[in-house]
């Protein structure tokens, strides 16, 4: 059997998951995909997973390199 990472889902699914997770669904198309899920172990674990890729993101967003850290960067990968 497939795990979730190796199967292939329509756009629209893709779509549902994208904006599940950014709660851009209406209230009624979110607990109707939410159903979904209940019944997809699958797509469950998808939906759940892209919803904590996101937070990790929104995380890294937030890390700022010490100053002078490109410049440093630059001089050991010889880039002007």
Do not use: C, T, W
Request: hydrophobic content about 40%; charged content about 40%.
């Amino acid at each position: 059997m497939k795990n979730f990472i190796e199967k292939e889902y329509h756009p629209v699914i893709e779509d549902y998951i994208s904006d599940y997770v950014d709660e851009k669904l209406e209230l009624a198309e979110r607990d109707a995909f939410e159903e979904v899920l209940v019944q997809d172990d699958d797509l469950r674990e998808l939906a759940f997973s892209a919803k904590e890729g996101k937070k990790l993101l929104e995380g890294y967003a937030k890390i700022v390199a010490a100053a002078g850290f490109e410049k440093r960067l630059f001089a050991k990968l010889d880039i002007e």
